[in-house]
């Protein structure tokens, strides 16, 4: 008697998972066995264009499924799907079995404490994430643009007349086609967004709207206050920690401190003697201990380690 499969097999199998001995377990399975059989009985039946499982929503319920462990590559999930859907009756079966064990009501994209990473949505639009945070949205995605963000992220929206929205928990950032970032903090007493191109409409937590901005501002809201103040800033290079290169022209350090935090994952303090320093460098792939003998060169400063937190002050130069 044939093997029952796993659940897990069949998500295993088009992540590009699988092991040579559950492979061999797939195409032994009884599942597989009987699938095989209808089809030498009824080749036409299951060559027919309603049996053959949608690949793309087959991608999403997988990627979902797996997406806290490990980002997947849509193109290795088509050319393992496209190779298998010869056999048309094995398709079909693995689309049953996956209709029948996963959600697919929500994805979600996340990025680890350190890292950086890009997306793009269902719309064309791009994302970038930065470490420990996390963007949710429906499968209708297309239809009803709306996110759930955590943390901190960088959109560039294509403009498709239909309203992107995100939701934060304390804001609410609304366009059509922008480039932009907003950044709330579960721990952070502040959420921010900073518009690069085009204009975003920005609203109380399904409230009113309080603010309209245009390029080159900032918005930072006060939790607990519910107050907002907007400032003029360069757009571009607060969001620079999206590119695999950084450069900073007459930058202050606090500024700099914030691209460190999300480029390295380490908290950065700098006191006030020191933060009227200015710098003009670049990096790319320096590392943290580089980056930071870099900074005390450029200027009379220093830094010292204190528990889990880097902290820029004033060189004594006696």
Not at 275 to 293: C, D, H, P, V, W
């Amino acid at each position: 008697m044939k093997k029952k499969l796993s659940p897990n097999i069949f998500a295993r199998f088009y992540a590009g998972l699988i092991k040579p001995k559950e492979e061999q377990e797939l195409i032994s399975s009884e599942e597989v066995d009987t699938l095989m059989k209808k089809q030498w009985d009824n080749p036409e039946e299951m060559k027919s264009a309603a049996r053959k499982p949608d690949f793309d929503a087959l991608f999403q319920k997988i990627d979902h499924h797996t997406s806290k462990q490990k980002p997947l590559i849509k193109l290795t999930f088509l050319k393992i799907a496209a190779g298998l859907a010869i056999l048309t009756g094995l398709t079909a079966v693995l689309y049953f079995a996956f209709n029948q064990t996963i959600s697919p009501a929500q994805m979600q994209l996340t990025s680890a404490k350190g890292q950086v990473v890009d997306f793009t949505l269902p719309d064309g639009s791009k994302v970038w994430l930065t470490g420990e945070s996390s963007i949710t949205y429906e499968k209708t995605f297309v239809k009803n643009r709306l996110i759930d963000l955590q943390g901190h992220a960088y959109f560039d929206v294509i403009n498709n007349n239909t309203p992107f929205k995100i939701l934060t928990g304390d804001i609410d950032v609304e366009v059509t086609g922008t480039s932009f970032s907003v950044m709330n903090f579960s721990g952070s007493s502040e959420a921010e967004v900073i518009l690069v191109e085009g204009s975003v409409n920005v609203s109380a937590n399904g409230g009113k709207l309080f603010a309209s901005m245009v390029p080159n501002e900032k918005l930072i809201f006060n939790k607990t206050s519910g107050l907002f103040i907007i400032e003029k800033v360069n757009a571009k290079e607060l969001t620079l920690w999206k590119e695999e290169k950084l450069s900073f022209n007459n930058t202050p350090l606090p500024e700099i401190a914030i691209a460190l935090n999300l480029r390295y994952g380490k908290s950065f303090r700098v006191e006030n003697n020191a933060a009227t320093y200015n710098f003009t460098f670049s990096l790319s792939g320096e590392t943290l201990k580089e980056t930071l003998e870099l900074i005390i060169t450029l200027a009379p400063v220093t830094y010292r380690v204190e528990g889990e937190t880097i902290v820029f002050e004033k060189a004594d130069l006696k």
